[in-house]
């Protein structure tokens, strides 16, 4: 789905896949977490069910509100005992995790693997 940006004529893309692997869904996020693409995350998240690993290593910016909405469904999952985890996260493109000293409470993981062996 693409979706315009804050009314300057460009476009914003953001793909959103999910595929189970040992009973998880694993959600590839490709593109722009912002406010422009907040709506479509939060509906792809809502219907994710209740274990997530998602994959951050297609994402080219991320903002506060895209960084709230991953802090809330990682509050909802350790609630209620789901697992959760996040892969692929650079520095560089989702630096709002770090200013926030948020990346060091997430659970974060290098690779798929490593966040299966981890949570599954």
Known sequence: MTMPENGDGTTAALSLTS??????TVIRVDG?????????????LSMAGADVILDLAGVTFMDSRALGLIVH????SLASGSRFAL???EY???????I???????PLYDTLDD??????
Do not use: C, N, P
Not at 19 to 24: F, K, L, Q
Not at 32 to 44: H, P
Not at 92 to 98: G, R, Y
């Open 19 to 24: 595929s189970a692997v040992d009973g998880i």
């Open 32 to 44: 722009v977490l912002d406010a422009t693409t907040r709506e479509q995350f939060a509906d792809y």
């Open 73 to 76: 469904h990682w509050q909802t």
């Open 87 to 89: 892969v692929g996260v």
């Open 92 to 98: 560089s493109k989702s630096k709002v995790m770090w």
């Open 100 to 106: 926030t000293g948020l990346a060091q409470r997430l």
């Open 115 to 120: 966040a299966l062996a981890a949570i599954g």
